[in-house]
């Protein structure tokens, strides 16, 4: 069985680290690089790198902070923000991305999945979805940073996304991101036992238990976090170990 990931998030808005609770009322949290640095020295799986606002603001990710946190990592180095074609996929895998994550461009335009998993593969490619589960319970996928709803249904996208090419779900839990009560672990359980690419959970991280329950009970593949890590509530290594004890299988 392969190793579960834990996955450190930097969301960074005008070059500084911040952190929100269901994607608003942001606070800073440091610089994205020494952040990037000491994720990678304390053994995180890999780092995920948003520029949380590119897509609503209409500009492209910063790739001087992209190439200037690609040297400071040994670790898979996931970007996203403002991907809308090719030519945004070749200048940050050139500046140092291993992947891609097109969340809004590709709701928009769900060929542009086809496009980067043809030229690059699959590997390359994640699908970020930013979902909130409205009051009839229904799952509905969300753009521009979680502005602007679409209608489209959480798990018909994913599998959408999946059949077009996609290498990874990344599930964001709008209901649950920033309030450390736990993952979405129902939405993710039935998103990971339909899928058969990884799913990444996001949204919700508070205790080393969620970690563990988001694992053993919403069956993700990683668990992607930001706030208990930056503000050192959770150190990865301690939280490795806890997660080995509890069976799950990481790598220390």
Not at 135 to 164: K, V
Not at 179 to 185: D, H, L, M, Y
Not at 216 to 245: C, M, N, W
Request: proline share 3%; charged share 25%.
């Amino acid at each position: 069985m392969l190793a579960k990931r834990i996955i450190p998030c930097l969301d960074v808005k005008d070059g500084q680290t911040v952190k929100g609770t269901n994607f608003v009322n942001l606070r800073l949290a440091g610089d994205p690089v020494e952040l990037g640095r000491a994720y990678s020295e304390q053994g995180a799986d890999e780092l995920v790198f948003l520029d949380i606002t590119a897509s609503h603001e209409g500009r492209k990710t910063f790739t001087n902070i992209v190439e200037r946190i690609a040297t400071e990592l040994s670790i898979p180095f996931t970007v996203g923000g403002g991907i809308n074609a090719l030519a945004d996929v070749e200048r940050l895998l050139t500046a140092g991305a291993d992947k891609v994550s097109i969340n809004s461009a590709a709701l928009r335009r769900p060929e542009l999945i086809d496009e980067v998993t043809a030229h690059y593969g699959s590997q390359v490619c994640v699908v970020a979805i930013d979902a909130r589960q409205e009051a009839d319970g229904t799952w509905r996928c969300y753009l521009s940073g979680g502005r602007t709803p679409t209608g489209r249904d959480l798990f018909e996208w994913a599998h959408e996304a999946q059949e077009r090419g996609a290498g990874e779900i990344l599930f964001t839990s709008m209901n649950h991101d920033g309030v450390k009560a736990g993952f979405a672990n129902e939405a993710l359980r039935r998103l990971a036992d339909t899928l058969s690419v990884p799913v990444i959970a996001s949204g919700g991280a508070g205790r080393k238990e969620d970690f563990r329950d988001v694992f053993a009970t919403g069956h993700a593949d990683a668990a992607l976090a930001a706030s208990v890590f930056h503000f050192g509530e959770i150190r990865i290594p301690e939280l490795k170990q806890y997660l080995r004890d509890e069976h799950i299988n990481v790598r220390l």
